[in-house]
C-alpha cells in the first residue's frame, strides 16, 4: 500500500522558516520523482518543486526559487522541504507527490498524492 505522510506544517512568521517531510512507503522511493505541490483557498493548485530520484533533475516554480530547497533522503524513504523567507503568499496546504516520470510530477499528473499539511505564514 502506497502512502505519502506530510509533516511540519505549521504557522509561521513572514521572512520564518519551516521544513516539511514527506515520509514514502510501498514503492521504489529511489527511482521515483517526488514533489511538492501547494494550494490556497480559491486558488489553483501550484507547483512548488519536484526531484528526480533516478538522475538527480531539480524543478523549482519561480515564486519559490531561491527560498525553497527540497532534499531526499533515500535510507530514510523521506523528502524534506526547507522553506525560508517565507511570505504570507505562502500560505496553502502543501502536497506531496510521487511518480515514476518526472513529467507526470511536472504536468500534475502524479500517480500518487499525500493528504496535505497546512502552512500558515502571517504575522
Known amino acids: 500500500q502506497v502512502q505519502l505522510v506530510e509533516s511540519g506544517g505549521s504557522l509561521a512568521q513572514p521572512g520564518g522558516s519551516l521544513r516539511l517531510s514527506c515520509q514514502a512507503s510501498?514503492?521504489?522511493?529511489?527511482?521515483?520523482?517526488i514533489g511538492w505541490f501547494r494550494q490556497a483557498p480559491g486558488k489553483e493548485r501550484e507547483e512548488v518543486v519536484c526531484?528526480?530520484?533516478?538522475?538527480?533533475?531539480?524543478y523549482y516554480g519561480d515564486s519559490v526559487k531561491g527560498r525553497f530547497t527540497i532534499s531526499r533522503d533515500n535510507a530514510k524513504n523521506t523528502v524534506y522541504l526547507q522553506m525560508n523567507s517565507l511570505k504570507p503568499e505562502d500560505t496553502a496546504i502543501y502536497y506531496c507527490?510521487?511518480?515514476?516520470?518526472?513529467?507526470?510530477?511536472?504536468?500534475?499528473?502524479?500517480?500518487?498524492w499525500g493528504q496535505g499539511t497546512q502552512v500558515t505564514v502571517s504575522s
Open positions: 526531484a528526480s530520484g533516478p538522475d538527480g533533475r531539480i
Open positions: 507527490v510521487a511518480d515514476d516520470t518526472f513529467a507526470a510530477v511536472r504536468t500534475s499528473r502524479a500517480e500518487y
Open positions: 510501498g514503492f521504489p522511493f529511489d527511482y521515483y520523482t
